[in-house]
Nanobody, 125 residues
Framework: QVQLVESGGGLVQAGGSLRLSCAPS????????MGWFRQGTTQEREFVAH????????TYGDSAKGRFTISRDNAKHTVYLQMTNLRPDDTAVYYC??????????????????WGQGTQVTVSS
């Protein structure tokens, strides 16, 4: 069982920045490929960013390119999402997710095995 805990969400003005953190507990001795997703007012959970277990490879969703950066510190078993130039349409609950049993090919939610409970990000105009 992998438990994921997100932190760092909050209220920020448009143009501001936030850094989200995701710290897996439980099987903290293992390193997993990790992703960030978000879910706003729509039902669909949107892909934001993905990072390989080593940190050598990253992938971004269209909404994140050029503004968000995913990174990890394996010594701390923590994955980060640095968000800059935030816009009101970035308002959502942000979730981190771990790939434990398979491989990600399409960056869809069903390819990730464990999820955190989410952290709210609200961007005011």
């Amino acid at each position: 069982q992998v438990q994921l805990v997100e932190s760092g969400g909050g209220l920020v003005q448009a143009g501001g920045s936030l850094r989200l953190s995701c710290a897996p507990s439980g099987r903290a001795g293992s390193y997993y490929a990790m992703g960030w997703f978000r879910q706003g007012t729509t039902q669909e959970r949107e892909f934001v960013a993905h990072i390989s277990w080593s940190g050598d490879s990253t992938t971004y969703g269209d909404s994140a390119k050029g503004r968000f950066t995913i990174s990890r510190d394996n010594a701390k078993h923590t994955v980060y999402l640095q968000m800059t130039n935030l816009r009101p349409d970035d308002t959502a609950v942000y979730y981190c997710a771990a790939v434990v049993y398979g491989r990600v090919t399409n960056y869809r939610p069903n390819e990730y095995d464990y999820w955190g409970q989410g952290t709210q990000v609200t961007v005011s105009s």
